[in-house]
């Protein structure tokens, strides 16, 4: 209480300083007076008298000082003063301030930006309640398509029974829905969940309720949760729209609530929804079918148990279902079942190329902090006059040293508040980016962990600055203040260090400028890929008119699809321009969901060899020639090919030579093989080849062309349709047109993906490019910071050695051999840098392996480009103060020294 | 600094203390005068010694202070004891009664036993 007390009149004497002195003053001198009369009543004569009370009184200003110490917070005051004058002395060189602050803020920023997203897509804890118990399982086997076939509804039964080490076991089937909106029909991403999916996933409703066990079941009425994002970017936030009821897939489903922010894997979902809305759900079929995989699974780790338990326990019910239903498992395939945290199951697709950024921004904050270093270094050397002044003043070295560093937390935090202005208009733009690879994209945000990070960073480098530069030890001021040293320059240890600084910059620019090579070679490279279709002036558009329960269960929706399709293209072949209508599903350059085992006739496996597989497409005659995919061998498809001729198909380049290898496959007998066919409405017949086409880059730009069969459009059920359009030119522009007979004829269908090729091709290419361009940004804010260090480390050094650049020149150097003097200091040091960071970018360049496509990591042509390029910048750099130096002026600087 | 004997900061605010409850509200001066004087000339105070610790009881509560008129009839600073100042006393009294007596014990008896 005491102390309170005394603290809080402590800190009313900062401000009551003036009226308190005049107090005191008074107080004191009615003391002395005292004493002095006493001293006379003694006896002293007055000036004795006075002498001798002023002896005894010990000093009054002495005494008004230690009375001002105990009046307010010397500490603070110190503080205010420091700050008063490093304010006044950063106004006096404002060339220099601004040169930091905005070094320090490009650092700064980009760091607090990358950061940001980092922590969180990568780091953060998930929303989810004990998120980080939660663990993704992953069911996966070789061949294409295989990294994730999901489980099938007796496999998970089994894991929930033989793995007690997962405490429960979360499924949601991914699904998709037509949603009936007012303003026309929609596609929906679902997740059809059972009851007790939210319990087991941590979640919470943010309005209304969730899903519980009464739901499951058929007999129940259809309920939907909204996801947050779709709540927010759908229905603008509205509370409400709880409790209404929406039109999904032809049946009125209420909305019972809304679910709490959270990601979901592998994709984002709009709403999750009952199984009732889907009967093939409930059916024995899925039931019982267990090659029939279409579930998603998230388990909730038992107290106790690890992943790497789980994982044993898991790996053994998987062994124990393979040696039960040999069918369910082709030996060949290699099933098996990781278990991942799923935090990490969120962050995968995103964490190399995040940690890639993080580095390249890390660079940035080197580079950035070596520059400023240099600048104060030079600084420093400018100010030694001044310091000296003040230690003859009696500031101590600790005192001086607060100075310097009151003065670089002001640079730092003047650098870090314009830093995190720039974060604040980064992070949208990396937001963007984020969301091509992350579901928790929605989570970034500068919050105080991000801005914790910030003030760490702009702290480290304030610290890091102050002791940089060189006081002299306690005492040791004397021999400054001696000497009268005005200018105690180029001690060579100093001048190493900011050599040292430059070889930095100059190899650390090297290293970004690598990366952002590498990138940029991998996103030209990956723009170069053809596509396999002959020409980028093709609209396509996707357009299901039935949903997946419609087809299923009603024979006649069929036909009735096929006949409006059909019409939309001879609608669409009339619209002026057009050349060309082909009829498929799905379009071109869009991969397929359906993937299936085929065998060829006759054909047999090697022992261990996997069972092919390759995508279904379909295609009417005229979608080979309308999106311009050669076929190579036999013929398209004919408009005989119907349900009731001959069943045939035509094979990609890479499903014919899978099959068929050095043989022609026109004429041969394929056929879709498999246990999973059974639930599915494609039948195992043997099938007639009569044509190979082109591969086309469906599954992106850098992927490995997949096997495809193609099925005529006629002889499989309309399961999705598509239009691909040829237009003679500005396909783009019949956008509006095509959509708008589409919509005529089939009004309830959602239309999608309405895209050129070359939109399609771009979307492919815009990941990369937006990680090009970021990395080189970098890299060429790096090579600019490095550039103007070396300019101005060698400017300083020109400017050092004045003096003695004019004794070589009165002695006879002439200017080109002063400029090539400097030059070669300048290039030595380019030299060292340039060695440096090509290595570390050799040793580096591995680790971005994943991201580099078409471009070795070691890419010489790349690493000359870049070591070039930075040589030139370095070259220029030195040259400015070298031509300088040679301009000196012997005559000026003899008769200044 | 007193060249006789330094004067530690918590006892010198003991001493202040007893002195304002001896003489009742006093300057400065008077205070100073009495210590030295009860020291037998041991203590010597400076300003720069006093007035901080004067100023430190003030911030603490356990004086108050006001501008009066001297015996001699000059102006002066008058600081006088609180209730919080006396209980002050008081307790640090006792702690130092306590002290004195435990470190007496351990110092008079030098040799009891062999």
Same mark, same amino acid.
Request: glycine fraction near 10%; charged fraction near 20%.
């Given at each position: 209480?005491?102390?309170?007390?005394?603290?809080?009149a402590?800190?009313?004497?900062?401000?009551?300083?003036?009226?308190?002195?005049?107090?005191?003053?008074?107080?004191?001198q009615?003391?002395?007076?005292?004493?002095?009369?006493?001293?006379?009543?003694?006896?002293?004569?007055?000036?004795?008298?006075?002498r001798?009370a002023?002896?005894?009184?010990g000093?009054?200003?002495?005494?008004?000082?230690?009375?001002?110490?105990?009046?307010?917070?010397?500490?603070?005051?110190?503080?205010?003063?420091?700050?008063?004058?490093?304010?006044?002395?950063l106004?006096?060189?404002?060339?220099?301030?601004?040169?930091?602050?905005?070094t320090?803020?490009?650092?700064?920023?980009?760091?607090?930006?990358?950061?940001?997203?980092?922590?969180?897509?990568?780091?953060?804890?998930?929303?989810?309640?004990?998120?980080?118990?939660?663990?993704?399982?992953?069911?996966?086997?070789?061949?294409?398509?295989?990294?994730?076939?999901?489980?099938?509804?007796?496999?998970?039964?089994?894991?929930?029974?033989?793995?007690?080490?997962?405490?429960? $076991?979360?499924?949601?089937?991914?699904w998709?829905?037509?949603?009936?909106?007012?303003?026309? #029909?929609?596609?929906?991403?679902?997740?059809?969940?059972?009851?007790?999916?939210?319990?087991?996933?941590?979640?919470?409703?943010?309005?209304?309720?969730?899903?519980?066990?009464?739901?499951?079941?058929?007999?129940?009425?259809?309920?939907?949760?909204?996801?947050?994002?779709?709540?927010?970017?759908?229905?603008?936030?509205?509370?409400?729209?709880?409790?209404?009821?929406?039109?999904?897939?032809?049946?009125?489903?209420?909305v019972?609530?809304?679910?709490?922010?959270?990601?979901?894997?592998?994709?984002?979902?709009? #709403?999750?929804?009952?199984?009732? $809305?889907?009967?093939?759900?409930?059916?024995?079929l899925?039931?019982?079918?267990?090659?029939?995989?279409?579930?998603?699974?998230?388990?909730?780790?038992?107290?106790?148990?690890?992943v790497?338990?789980?994982e044993?326990?898991?790996?053994?019910v998987?062994?124990?279902?393979?040696?039960?239903?040999?069918?369910?498992?082709?030996?060949?395939?290699?099933?098996?079942?990781?278990?991942?945290?799923?935090?990490?199951?969120?962050?995968?697709?995103?964490?190399?190329?995040?940690?890639?950024?993080?580095?390249?921004?890390?660079?940035?904050?080197?580079i950035?902090?070596?520059?400023?270093a240099?600048?104060?270094?030079?600084?420093?050397?400018?100010?030694?006059?001044?310091?000296?002044?003040?230690?003859?003043?009696?500031?101590?070295?600790?005192?001086?040293?607060?100075?310097l560093?009151?003065?670089?937390?002001?640079?730092?935090?003047?650098?870090?508040?314009?830093g995190?202005?720039?974060?604040?208009?980064?992070?949208?733009?990396?937001?963007?980016l984020?969301?091509?690879?992350?579901?928790?994209?929605?989570?970034?945000?500068?919050?105080?962990?991000?801005?914790?990070f910030t003030?760490?960073?702009?702290?480290?480098?304030?610290?890091?600055?102050?002791?940089?530069?060189?006081?002299?030890?306690?005492?040791?001021?004397?021999?400054?203040?001696?000497?009268?040293?005005?200018?105690?320059?180029?001690?060579?240890?100093?001048?190493?260090?900011?050599?040292?600084?430059?070889?930095?910059?100059?190899?650390?620019?090297?290293?970004?400028?690598?990366?952002?090579?590498?990138?940029?070679?991998?996103?030209?490279?990956?723009?170069?890929?053809?596509?396999?279709?002959?020409?980028?002036?093709v609209?396509?558009?996707?357009?299901?008119?039935?949903?997946?329960?419609?087809?299923?269960?009603?024979?006649?929706?069929?036909?009735?699809?096929?006949?409006?399709?059909?019409?939309?293209?001879?609608?669409?072949a009339?619209?002026?321009?057009?050349?060309?209508?082909?009829?498929?599903?799905?379009?071109?350059?869009?991969?397929?969901f359906?993937?299936?085992?085929?065998?060829?006739?006759?054909?047999?496996?090697?022992?261990?060899?996997?069972?092919?597989?390759?995508?279904?497409?379909?295609?009417?005659?005229?979608?080979?020639?309308?999106?311009g995919?050669?076929?190579?061998?036999?013929?398209?498809?004919?408009?005989?090919?119907q349900?009731?001729?001959g069943?045939?198909?035509?094979?990609?380049?890479?499903?014919?030579?899978?099959?068929?290898?050095?043989?022609?496959?026109?004429?041969?007998?394929?056929?879709?093989?498999?246990?999973?066919?059974?639930?599915?409405?494609?039948?195992?017949?043997?099938?007639?080849?009569?044509?190979?086409?082109?591969?086309?880059?469906?599954?992106?730009?850098?992927?490995?062309?997949?096997?495809?069969?193609?099925?005529?459009?006629?002889?499989?059920?309309?399961?999705?349709?598509?239009?691909?359009?040829?237009?003679?030119?500005?396909?783009?522009?019949?956008?509006?047109?095509?959509?708008?007979?589409?919509?005529?004829?089939?009004?309830?269908?959602? $239309?999608?993906?309405?895209?050129t090729?070359?939109?399609?091709?771009d979307q492919?290419?815009?990941?990369?490019?937006?990680?090009?361009?970021?990395?080189a940004?970098?890299?060429?804010?790096?090579?600019?910071?490095?550039?103007?260090?070396?300019?101005?480390?060698?400017?300083?050094?020109?400017?050092?050695?004045?003096?003695?650049?004019? $004794?070589?020149?009165?002695?006879?150097?002439?200017?080109?051999?002063?400029?090539?003097?400097?030059?070669?200091?300048?290039?030595?040091?380019?030299?060292?840098?340039?060695?440096?960071?090509?290595?570390?970018?050799?040793?580096?360049?591995?680790?971005?392996?994943?991201?580099?496509?078409?471009?070795?990591?070691?890419?010489?042509?790349?690493?000359?480009?870049?070591?070039?390029?930075?040589?030139?910048?370095?070259?220029?750099?030195?040259?400015?103060?070298?031509?300088?130096?040679a301009?000196?002026?012997?005559?000026?600087?003899?008769?200044?020294? | 600094?007193a060249?006789?004997?330094?004067?530690?900061?918590?006892?010198?605010a003991?001493?202040?203390?007893?002195?304002?409850?001896?003489?009742?509200?006093?300057?400065?001066?008077?205070?100073?005068?009495?210590?030295?004087?009860?020291?037998?000339?041991?203590?010597?105070?400076?300003?720069g010694?006093?007035?901080?610790?004067?100023?430190?009881?003030?911030?603490?509560?356990?004086?108050?202070?006001?501008?009066?008129?001297?015996?001699?009839?000059?102006?002066?600073?008058?600081?006088?004891?609180?209730?919080?100042?006396?209980?002050?006393l008081?307790?640090?009294?006792?702690?130092?009664?306590?002290?004195?007596?435990?470190?007496?014990?351990?110092?008079?008896?030098?040799?009891?036993?062999?």
């Open positions: 209480m005491r102390r309170v007390r005394a603290l809080l402590r800190i009313a004497g900062i401000f009551t300083r003036h009226r308190a002195d005049d107090d005191l003053r008074d107080e004191l009615a003391h002395l007076d005292m004493e002095i009369a006493e001293n006379i009543r003694r006896g002293m004569d007055p000036v004795a008298a006075r001798q002023l002896l005894a009184s000093g009054l200003t002495q005494a008004v000082e230690a009375v001002r110490d105990q009046r307010g917070l010397p500490w603070i005051e110190h503080v205010a003063a420091d700050v008063r004058y490093a304010l006044r002395a106004r006096r060189s404002p060339a220099f301030t601004t040169v930091v602050v905005i320090l803020a490009l650092g700064i920023g980009a760091n607090t930006a990358i950061f940001s997203v980092v922590h969180g897509v990568l780091l953060k804890p998930l929303p989810h309640q004990g998120g980080d118990r939660l663990v993704y399982l992953r069911h996966s086997a070789d061949g294409p398509g295989g990294e994730n076939v999901l489980f099938s509804v007796p496999e998970v039964r089994d894991l929930r029974g033989g793995a007690p080490s997962l405490a429960g $076991i979360a499924e949601y089937c991914p998709t829905v037509t949603y009936q909106a007012n303003e026309g #029909a929609v596609r929906i991403d679902v997740g059809l969940v059972t009851g007790n999916f939210f319990e087991i996933m941590g979640l919470s409703p943010l309005l209304g309720r969730l899903t519980r066990p009464s739901d499951d079941g058929p007999g129940v009425p259809p309920v939907m949760v909204l996801t947050h994002e779709y709540w927010t970017k759908r229905f603008g936030g509205d509370s409400g729209v709880v409790g209404t009821q929406l039109l999904l897939d032809g049946s009125s489903v209420t019972i609530g809304i679910l709490q922010p959270a990601p979901f894997f592998p994709n984002r979902m709009d #709403a999750l929804l009952n199984m009732v $809305i889907s009967p093939h759900h409930l059916s024995a899925m039931v019982e079918g267990r090659t029939h995989r279409m579930t998603e699974v998230v388990a909730r780790l038992a107290p106790g148990a690890g790497e338990q789980a044993t326990e898991v790996a053994a998987h062994a124990r279902m393979q040696s039960d239903f040999t069918e369910a498992y082709d030996p060949g395939s290699h099933y098996r079942v990781a278990v991942i945290p799923f935090k990490e199951a969120l962050g995968e697709r995103a964490r190399l190329t995040l940690w890639l950024l993080m580095g390249a921004a890390a660079f940035v904050m080197i950035s902090a070596a520059s400023v240099n600048l104060t270094l030079m600084r420093g050397v400018r100010r030694e006059h001044e310091l000296v002044v003040r230690a003859a003043l009696g500031a101590g070295v600790r005192r001086l040293r607060r100075l560093l009151v003065e670089n937390l002001l640079l730092a935090f003047l650098g870090a508040v314009l995190v202005v720039i974060a604040v208009g980064g992070v949208g733009l990396l937001t963007s984020a969301e091509r690879y992350s579901p928790r994209a929605s989570e970034i945000r500068l919050d105080a962990i991000v801005l914790g003030v760490a960073l702009a702290g480290s480098v304030a610290l890091l600055l102050s002791f940089l530069a060189s006081l002299p030890k306690e005492g040791g001021f004397a021999s400054w203040i001696l000497a009268g040293a005005h200018r105690l320059t180029a001690r060579l240890g100093r001048h190493r260090l900011q050599r040292g600084l430059v070889v930095v910059q100059v190899a650390v620019s090297v290293v970004l400028l690598a990366g952002a090579g590498l990138l940029t070679r991998t996103m030209m490279r990956l723009a170069d890929v053809s596509t396999g279709l002959r020409t980028e002036e609209l396509t558009l996707q357009v299901s008119i039935l949903t997946p329960t419609q087809l299923l269960s009603d024979p006649g929706a069929d036909a009735w699809a096929k006949e409006r399709y059909d019409r939309m293209r001879d609608e669409v009339a619209l002026p321009g057009v050349v060309d209508v082909g009829l498929g599903s799905p379009t071109p350059l869009r991969s397929s359906v993937q299936l085992d085929v065998k060829a006739e006759g054909g047999v496996l090697a022992a261990g060899e996997a069972t092919p597989r390759a995508e279904l497409r379909t295609a009417n005659p005229d979608f080979f020639r309308a999106a995919i050669p076929i190579l061998e036999g013929r398209p498809f004919a408009t005989t090919d349900w009731d001729a069943m045939v198909v035509i094979l990609n380049q890479t499903l014919a030579d899978r099959l068929f290898p050095g043989e022609d496959p026109l004429g041969k007998r394929v056929a879709w093989t498999g246990d999973v066919l059974r639930f599915t409405p494609i039948s195992g017949e043997w099938r007639t080849v009569v044509g190979v086409a082109g591969n086309t880059q469906d599954g992106g730009l850098d992927a490995e062309p997949r096997p495809v069969m193609f099925m005529p459009f006629a002889q499989m059920l309309a399961i999705g349709g598509g239009l691909v359009i040829r237009a003679d030119s500005n396909v783009a522009g019949l956008k509006t047109a095509v959509t708008r007979v589409v919509r005529r004829i089939a009004p309830a269908a959602p $239309i999608e993906n309405v895209m090729v070359a939109q399609i091709k492919s290419v815009a990941p990369r490019r937006l990680n090009a361009a970021l990395i940004s970098f890299g060429g804010l790096a090579v600019v910071i490095a550039a103007v260090g070396i300019a101005g480390v060698l400017a300083f050094s020109v400017s050092a050695r004045t003096g003695e650049i004019g $004794i070589r020149m009165s002695l006879g150097a002439d200017r080109g051999r002063v400029q090539r003097m400097i030059l070669r200091e300048g290039g030595g040091l380019l030299a060292v840098g340039l060695v440096l960071g090509v290595a570390g970018s050799l040793l580096g360049a591995g680790l971005i392996r994943g991201l580099l496509f078409g471009v070795a990591p070691h890419d010489p042509a790349t690493f000359i480009g870049v070591a070039v390029l930075m040589a030139a910048i370095g070259i220029v750099a030195c040259w400015i103060p070298a031509h300088r130096a301009r000196i002026d012997p005559a000026i600087t003899m008769r200044s020294q | 600094m060249k006789k004997s330094d004067v530690k900061q918590g006892t010198l003991l001493m202040i203390l007893g002195t304002l409850e001896v003489l009742g509200p006093l300057h400065g001066y008077g205070i100073a005068r009495r210590i030295e004087e009860t020291s037998k000339n041991r203590l010597k105070l400076n300003y010694t006093l007035y901080p610790a004067l100023l430190k009881l003030e911030q603490e509560g356990c004086v108050t202070t006001e501008w009066r008129r001297s015996e001699n009839n000059r102006r002066a600073k008058f600081y006088a004891l609180t209730a919080a100042g006396r209980k002050q008081a307790r640090e009294a006792r702690e130092w009664h306590a002290t004195a007596d435990l470190i007496a014990a351990f110092l008079a008896p030098r040799r009891e036993s062999p």
